[in-house]
């Protein structure tokens, strides 16, 4: 199995200053596509196509990214309290038959309470978690029952579903999951082929690793998990160019998110701001967690230098079993290029000379925990 990359997608040009508008705002629809086409031609396997009370619809953007393109793969983006889960599990299928198989699922439970009670979700967070390992297991059902069936759990109660919709290959869509918490932990553990992590240092990231495969230990499960984390690349033809840029486009984000996450109960967010507020550079000054917006989404951490640089940083990564590497440019389709043109492909070279094995890699941590 190969290294896999990730954007995001953007449904109209980019502000630099906000982290989220360029998902959040308004659709473009030419930009749409035309972003879309871009980080398929220049080497990524994914968009992420986010989800939040104030955007658009994920099921309709997802239908004209895979429209648009002939590559690219959408990881669509669910919140449980938004969609009864058989009738998730048909979109979701719908999407990957009409794609040929360019969809999977990240199911997000929930970190802000707030924002879930937007859309009248007033679950506690453990409540949040285990409905979501619950519909879980009703997609995977949906997708693969080949008689009718029927569930009656603690979240979700139906009779005579079925046989299955099925998706393009007949199996289960890959479900990702994230998160920093002991429930995401437990949740992932579980349930999750792909777990998505935010952007930490090297050491904090195999301890969140091996805390998911402990889960997964638990549960009897024995297969391989595979692991995504999340940087915002900030890539110039040198390394003192590449931290002139970031410094410019931190000092434009503080302007924004100044001060950002004060009160925070998210541990994704508690963790990126405790990290930076001990040391803001970490990996040889590669990784930045400036202070200024740690924690304001997983992108919030970057990844700053030469290509060759960013690259080595990288492989650091997938030697510890992330081989899903997101690295979107938040709008940004000039640096979605450089990302595209100058960084994936030093990483597949020097992860085939390493002679890197992606599907031991996981073994040595997941038997130490």
Known sequence: MTVEFVNAISTRPAKKSNISETFRAGIDPAWLKRYARTIDEFGFDYTLVPYHSSGPDQYALAATILAATERLKTVVAVRPNTSFPTVAAQALATLDQLSEGRTI????????????????????????????????????????KKETFSHHGKYYDFDNFGPAFETFSGQSLPVSLGGSSDFAYASGGQQADIFALWGEPLKETKQQIDRVYDEAHKAGRTERIRFWVTFRPVVAETDELAEQKARGIVEAAAKVYGNFGQGATNVGTVRLQEIAKAAEYHEDGVLWTPRAFAGAGGASSLLVGSPETI??????????GADIISLPSLGDIGESIDTGRYIIPLVHEEVARRGIDLDAAWEPAALAS
């Open 105 to 144: 699922v990240h199911i997000i439970s929930g970190s802000d309470d707030a924002e879930q009670q937007r859309q009248g979700d007033y679950l506690s967070k453990t409540q949040r978690y285990e409905r979501s390992t619950e519909f879980i297991q009703i997609l995977r059902d949906v997708w693969t």
């Open 311 to 320: 690259a080595k940083t990288l492989v650091k990564y997938v030697e510890l």
